[in-house]
């Protein structure tokens, strides 16, 4: 016999995501990669003086390189500015 749990069954785990309304700001210490992998936004990137931030195409994290460097890259299609 296959009885079904009742709806208020506290034996099934419901999984609730947490969303912060927070914003989380860069570090420019920290590489953007790292700072995106601590929750912050690619756009929210903090770069030193001197770079740009470019998205790569093909896996969309942020990059901060040299502004030369960046238009190299653009024109091969390697990424775009956010």
Known sequence: ??????????????I??????????????LSSLKQTRTGVLPNDVIYKIGYDLIIKS???????????AALKLLSRKWGVWP
């Open 16 to 29: 609730i995501p947490i969303v912060s309304q927070k914003k989380i700001l860069g570090d420019s210490s």
């Open 58 to 68: 093909n896996t969309t994290e942020p990059a901060c390189i040299s502004s030369s």
């Open 1 to 14: 016999m296959n009885i079904a749990p009742a709806e208020n069954d506290d034996r099934i785990l419901k």
